[in-house]
């Protein structure tokens, strides 16, 4: 099975890279503002937080990547 990689880039050293789904993290909260997705940019190690729309969790969900749910029921 081929593994999936994410284009991804770091808004502090604009560094641009590939990440592997177990690099990203998705957090699914009760709106569209507390829904994002996380990763850890490979060039600085600043912890990179950005919105994820729902196209977005569709890919990564799709993409095999972690999913948390931020709110209950």
Do not use: N, W
Not at 51 to 68: D, F, K, N, S
């Amino acid at each position: 099975m081929q593994s999936v990689v994410f284009k991804a880039a770091c808004p502090d050293c604009r560094g641009r890279f590939e990440l592997a789904a177990a690099a990203l993290r998705l957090a699914i909260g009760r709106t569209a503002r507390t829904t994002f997705y996380y990763f850890t940019c490979p060039d600085c190690g600043s912890c990179v937080r950005k919105p994820a729309g729902e196209r977005i969790v569709q890919l990564l969900t799709g993409g095999g990547v972690r999913t948390m749910r931020l709110h209950v029921g």
